[in-house]
C-alpha cells in the first residue's frame, strides 16, 4: 500500500476497493477518499467506523470520490478486516476469480509479513494456516487459479512475497503429482512453504539483502536459517511443516545443509517445496542477481544443479509448467 503524508502524525494509506464484498459487514476503521487520485489535499472522511460496507458503498456511488484512504495506524485492523472476510471471498460465486486472487495474494502476503516481523506471535501464525485454507481453497476450485495466482506474484524479491510464490507453486506442483488432496496433509505442506524461510526473520537484514558476494562468515550465518526456523515454529506446527523449514535446502546428493541428508532421508514435502524455492528464487530479483526467465532457470536447475533435486519430481515440474501433462 502506498502512502500519503499529511502531517507527521496523520499519514493516510491508499487501499484498494476488493474488501467491499460484504454488504452487512462493520468497518473496524475510518475511511477516507480524495476529490481526485492526483489530490495534493488532505483526504477527507468518507465513512466512520461501525459504518456497513453498504453504507460505503451508498457514499462512494454519492460523491464519486477517487481514491480511498485509512490512517496508517489503523492498517493492521484493516488488513485483519480483509483476512476475516477472506474464506466468504473465495466461496462466492459471484466474485470473480481474478478478484478473489487479488483479495488472496495480499492478505497472504500482509500475513506472512507480520509473522516474520513477530514470529513467535500464535496470532500470526494461526493468520497464516488461514491463509493456506485459502489458497487451497482457490487453487483446487478452479483449473485455472494457480497462473491466475502465479501472474500476481512479484519478480522482486522480498521474503515474504518468495514465500508466497513458494505456496502458489507448490500446493499447484502438489496437485499435478497427483499426491491429493488428503486436507490436512496439503495444509501441513502449504503452511510449511508460507513458512519455510521463516528462520530468516532472526538473521540481519544487512546480510539478507547484501548487494554482492557473502563472505565465508556471513554464509555460514544464512546456513544457520533451517534451524532457527524450526526452534522457532516446532510448539506451533505439525512436523510435514517442519520438515520443509528445516530441510528445503537438503540436496538429492547429500551436498546440502544442514545435515547433508541423502535422497532417501529428505521427506517428500521437503524435496517438493526445495523445487517450487529454487524455481521461484532464479525467476524473481534478487540484491545479486537479475530475474531469469521461467525457461533459462529450469535450464539451469537441470544443467547447474545437477544432483540437487529428485529428477523426476523436476522434470514433473518443467511439465507442469509448460502446461504438458505428466
Ligand atoms: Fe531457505
New binding site residues.
Given amino acids: 500500500m502506498k502512502s500519503i503524508s499529511a502531517t507527521t502524525d496523520d499519514e493516510y494509506v491508499v487501499i484498494g476497493r476488493d474488501f467491499l464484498l460484504k454488504d452487512d459487514q462493520y468497518l473496524k476503521f475510518d475511511i477516507y477518499s480524495s476529490r481526485t487520485s492526483f489530490s495534493s489535499e488532505n483526504p477527507i472522511l468518507l465513512a466512520r467506523k461501525d459504518s456497513t460496507i453498504s453504507n460505503l458503498k451508498k457514499a462512494i456511488a454519492n460523491i464519486h470520490f477517487g481514491q480511498l484512504y485509512i490512517k496508517k495506524h489503523d492498517e493492521g485492523r484493516f488488513n485483519l478486516f480483509l483476512e476475516k472476510t477472506l474464506q466468504s471471498v473465495l466461496d462466492c460465486r459471484e466474485t470473480p476469480l481474478e478478484k478473489k486472487a487479488v483479495v488472496l495474494y495480499t492478505c497472504a502476503k500482509n500475513a506472512v509479513t507480520d509473522v516474520f516481523n513477530n514470529p513467535r506471535s500464535g496470532k500470526n501464525v494461526a493468520r497464516v494456516q488461514n491463509i493456506a485454507e485459502g489458497l487451497i481453497k482457490l487453487i483446487m476450485s478452479n483449473a485455472s487459479s494457480a497462473s491466475v495466482l502465479a501472474k500476481l506474484c512479484s519478480h522482486d524479491f522480498y521474503t515474504f512475497t518468495h514465500s508466497v510464490n513458494v505456496c502458489v507453486f507448490g500446493i499447484n506442483f502438489w496437485q499435478m503429482l497427483g499426491f491429493g488432496s488428503d486436507d490436512q496433509e496439503l495444509q501441513e505442506f502449504a503452511i510449511g512453504c508460507l513458512l ?2 521463516i528462520g530468516k526473520s532472526q538473521i540481519s537484514k544487512n546480510i539478507l539483502k547484501k548487494p554482492g558476494r557473502l563472505s565465508k562468515e556471513e554464509f555460514k550465518i544464512v546456513r544457520e ?1 533451517p534451524q532457527l526456523g524450526y526452534s522457532l515454529m516446532k510448539e506451533y506446527l505439525a512436523t510435514s511443516s517442519l520438515n520443509i523449514i528445516l530441510y ?2 537438503e540436496r538429492f546428493d547429500g551436498t546440502g545443509y544442514p545435515d547433508g541428508r541423502d535422497m532417501q532421508n529428505i521427506p517428500k514435502e521437503a524435496k517438493i517445496a526445495s523445487i517450487a ?1 529454487v524455481y521461484d528464487a532464479l525467476t524473481t530479483n534478487r540484491p545479486y542477481a537479475g530475474a531469469r526467465k521461467p525457461f533459462d532457470a529450469l535450464k539451469v536447475m537441470l544443467e547447474q544443479m545437477e544432483g540437487h533435486f529428485d529428477q523426476e519430481h523436476l522434470v514433473a515440474f518443467i511439465r507442469i509448467l509448460g502446461g504438458e501433462p505428466i
Fill in positions: 519455510h524461510d536459517h528445503h535446502h524455492d
